[in-house]
């Protein structure tokens, strides 16, 4: 404990105050994220709100990795730049992160104000992060690109979305098991920063575990990776193409 106070807030832990600064990075981060992808930047539409969201989750992190993977350096660039492998799979595993964590994030939230147990809270995370991610991240948002049919992409959707998340879980699960049974018990409560600060922590280690694995399925054509408004990275071919050819994959697909 400090003997720091905020005019009537306080005195405040250590770990309070070092979160404190790193919100208020993460609000930085997020408003320059959120500008520059809107106003400036020419990514897919699903990976601006992406970007902005894993941000919010990952503060200062997220916007050095949106910096060097995906801001585009000088007009007219975007399609080059992000076209090396690893930033492709960037891409695939931020649009994994921003639907999985947001599920996982929510529903830890509810679960810890209604005080349940961390076994209970953990099976409600994972059927909320995969359900968030596979039905609106995965195959609503993208199924325009997939041929039109919200249920022919689902079906595409559905390994890779399974695979992807389950890594995704093996990195955050046990940082949050870890960071919230740990000493300072406040973590499990979403009413005090140490909360957010574990989910934070637990959103970065997710990211870093399901990275390896959301590159492998980029380059074995089973996920997007980085893309633009003007064509979907990797090859440069246009947004047209791309939806042809998931269509082509799934010949029942104007049909569904």
């Known amino acids: 404990m400090t003997d720091i106070h905020f005019g009537p807030f306080g005195p405040f832990p250590w770990i309070d105050l070092i979160l404190i600064g790193w919100f208020g990075l993460t609000a ?11 106003r400036r930047n020419p990514e897919l539409t699903v990976l601006k709100l992406g970007w902005v969201l ?19 350096p000088f007009p007219g660039s975007h399609e080059r730049f992000i076209q ?19 599920g996982i994030i929510v529903a830890a939230t509810i679960t810890g104000l209604l005080g349940l147990p961390m076994g209970i809270d953990l099976v409600i995370e994972y059927a909320a992060g995969f359900g968030f991610g596979l039905f609106v991240f995965q195959a609503l948002f993208m199924k325009d690109m997939m041929g039109g049919s919200y249920r022919a992409a689902l079906r595409r959707s559905l390994l890779p979305e399974w695979l992807s998340m389950n890594f995704m879980m093996a990195g955050m ?7 919230m049974m740990g000493r300072d018990m406040r973590a499990m ?13 637990a959103v970065l280690v997710g ?9 492998w399925m980029v380059e074995k054509g089973l996920k997007h990776g980085m ?30």
């Not at 090396?84 to 947001?102: E, F, M, N, R, Y």
């Not at 699960?173 to 960071?179: G, I, K, Q, R, S």
């Not at 791309?242 to 049909?255: C, V």
């Open 28 to 38: 930085f981060s997020v408003a320059y994220v959120a500008w520059d992808a809107y």
């Open 54 to 72: 894993v941000t919010l989750y990952t503060g200062p992190v997220g916007l050095t990795v949106y910096a060097l993977s995906c801001k585009e």
């Open 84 to 102: 090396p492998l690893w930033k492709q799979g960037l891409g695939s595993v931020i649009h994994c992160a921003a639907g999985d964590a947001t």
């Open 173 to 179: 699960f046990p940082t949050m098991v870890a960071l």
């Open 189 to 201: 409560e979403p009413t005090q920063l140490t909360f957010w600060g574990a989910m934070s922590a």
């Open 207 to 215: 990211v870093a575990v399901a990275y390896p694995v959301n590159v």
């Open 227 to 256: 893309g633009t408004q003007r064509a979907l990275g990797k090859g440069g071919h246009t947004m047209a193409a791309e939806a042809a050819r998931w269509t082509d994959a799934q010949p029942d697909a104007r049909a569904a």
